[in-house]
């Protein structure tokens, strides 16, 4: 999604910063999301493997590691709260546990998906912002270096996870 924007930035003269405060499903944002869906489809029925050569790759994982098992928020959260172990479950739904490979699908590889409880396409930064509020802790601005740790981790952790995109969750 934030390439996505820088392209459109460099390439098309959008304001990269306007976009992102661009409220998702609107505008610009919408047209990012539909071009992230159609961009990751080109993907689909790949494995994930990404790169971890590089200082800074190797960096960022372990930023988005620290962050994943980080508590705080009102109820002292963390995304491994509900993404931390096997067999968890919010409201009937299974939740994939992101500190391994969750499976193909399942985790990170399904992300963006069609949400059917909101009639919307999903990019992965949206997802994070949303789990962001239901921890109770504060939104992530769109593109910023958390979310994009959070995505490395997840994205590691899903090595050899077929990506599906675009998938469909509740």
């Known amino acids: 999604e934030t ?18 405060k661009t409220a998702f499903g609107r505008g610009e944002m919408a047209n990012v999301t ?11 029925g790949m494995k994930f493997n990404l790169p971890q050569k590089h200082a800074q790759e190797k960096m960022m994982f372990e930023t988005g590691k620290q962050l994943f098992f980080t508590r705080g928020g009102t109820h002292d959260f963390s995304c491994a709260s509900c993404h931390g172990s096997d067999d ?37 930064q949206l997802r994070l912002n949303d789990c962001f509020r239901q921890m109770r802790w ?33």
């Open 3 to 20: 390439r996505l924007i820088t392209c459109m930035e460099t390439l098309q003269g959008f304001k990269g910063e306007d976009i992102a």
């Open 34 to 44: 539909a071009l992230t869906t159609y961009v990751a489809t080109a993907s689909k």
């Open 88 to 124: 968890k479950r919010i409201r009937l739904q299974d939740l994939p546990n992101l500190t391994k490979n969750p499976g193909d699908g399942i985790g990170f590889a399904a992300w963006p998906a069609y949400r059917v409880s909101n009639a919307q396409m999903w990019g992965m």
């Open 138 to 170: 504060p939104e992530p601005k769109f593109g910023s270096d958390a979310t994009i740790a959070l995505s490395v981790y997840m994205g590691v952790n899903s090595k050899s996870a077929e990506s599906i995109v675009p998938a469909i969750k509740r």
